[in-house]
């Protein structure tokens, strides 16, 4: 919005001056680039803030979009947003992990990612955790009623 402003005001100057040198020179006006220099180099926002926002929208979208973080210390993320709030966000960095990001830890802005390779790995993770599990049930199953039966059972 600042910068809509700035650039508003600028030009509205720069058409003034180009009037007044008019009336007062017959011949074309040119103005010095360096007038100019100015108008594409506008402040930007600091980098937590721009995170924030940037992390805030793909939560919104919910949590089929991956985010690509990469930290200061040389550590990189990748994962669907789960929460946020205002110091820091978390990631799903695996099918049961998850990693609390800070802002103030980024190195550079998030970026979206499509992560099909990603999501696929994830889903055959999810797939190899619900077989071992479901491998597991017909051995403890019977350990623990053996268990119980014998009068040691937990209580």
Known sequence: MQHRILVFLLSTIAILATAECSRAQKGPTVLPAG?????TEHPQLP???RAKMEI???WKQGSKRYVRCELQNGKVFTGPVVAVNNESFELRSGVMAE???RYSELASEPQA?????EKFLRGIATAGVVVVV???IPFI???Y???CAGGTCVS
Request: proline residues 4%; aromatic residues 10%.
């Open 113 to 117: 990612l499509d992560a099909t390779g």
């Open 141 to 143: 199953a019977p350990y």
């Open 35 to 39: 007038f100019f220099a100015g108008l």
């Open 56 to 58: 805030e929208r793909h």
């Open 145 to 147: 009623a053996l268990k």
């Open 134 to 136: 479901v491998l597991a």
């Open 99 to 101: 990693q609390t990001i």
């Open 47 to 49: 980098l937590e803030r």
